[in-house]
T-cell receptor, first 112, second 114 residues
Framework: SQELEQSPQSLIVQEGKNLTINCTSSKTLYGLYWYKQKYGEGLIFLMMLQKGGEEKSHEKITAKLDEKKQQSSLHITASQPSHAGIYLCGADRSGTASKLTFGTGTRLQVTL | ETGVTQSPTHLIKTRGQQVTLRCSSQSGHNTVSWYQQALGQGPQFIFQYYREEENGRGNFPPRFSGLQFPNYSSELNVNALELDDSDLYLC?????????????FGQGTRLTVV
């Protein structure tokens, strides 16, 4: 079974709409990473959260980590076609940053 | 853009052959990890190298091996290639030992085994 669950698996939103992607871990995390991936390409680092209750924002993307450090959400405000891609959350349980366990990803399409 | 570079970008090999993939880590980073990503799935951790030694391994057979060099670059070697090894291979670099625990990925190598 997946230790890290992402929902939804796919999402189609109209340009300008807001959306939220969720990531839930069965275990407490040392850190939670969010990445974006274009089909067949590498992962683009978005944000990393380490503290319970932490929230970070970059441009129109906001990520939060709950107090128990088991659930995170990624919120995009006023979506644009450039936001389309696959969003992946990665769990760091060892504190070594690059031994990450990933969810299966959320595929986002933004329609005009 | 990150400073993590991988080569080659695409590769076609025959079943049973051996392959070497290369990764140049971001300047200032001391740790490299390798991942295998199947289509429609999240990346799966293969192993990590720190101070030129393997520092953790995922559920992959011994025919997957690696090296890290003094300049922190790394290689992933796969022996006796199987058709199921056809995937995207990603490397990630990070700096272990400080509070800065960002992990940056390269663009990946697409391996096709025929």
């Amino acid at each position: 079974s997946q230790e890290l669950e992402q929902s939804p698996q796919s999402l189609i939103v109209q340009e300008g709409k807001n959306l939220t992607i969720n990531c839930t871990s069965s275990k407490t995390l040392y850190g939670l990473y969010w990445y974006k991936q274009k089909y067949g390409e590498g992962l683009i680092f978005l944000m990393m959260l380490q503290k319970g209750g932490e929230e970070k924002s970059h441009e129109k993307i906001t990520a939060k980590l709950d107090e128990k450090k088991q659930q995170s959400s990624l919120h995009i405000t006023a979506s644009q076609p450039s936001h389309a891609g696959i969003y992946l959350c990665g769990a760091d349980r060892s504190g070594t940053a690059s031994k990450l366990t990933f969810g299966t990803g959320t595929r986002l399409q933004v329609t005009l | 853009e990150t400073g993590v570079t991988q080569s080659p970008t695409h590769l076609i090999k025959t079943r049973g052959q051996q392959v070497t993939l290369r990764c140049s880590s971001q300047s200032g980073h001391n740790t490299v990890s390798w991942y295998q990503q199947a289509l429609g799935q999240g990346p799966q951790f293969i192993f990590q190298y720190y101070r030129e030694e393997e520092n953790g391994r995922g559920n992959f057979p011994p025919r997957f091996s690696g090296l890290q060099f003094p300049n922190y670059s790394s290689e992933l070697n796969v022996n006796a290639l199987e058709l199921d090894d056809s995937d995207l291979y990603l490397c990630a670099s990070s700096l272990v030992g400080t509070m800065n625990t960002e992990a940056f990925f390269g663009q990946g190598t697409r391996l096709t085994v025929v």
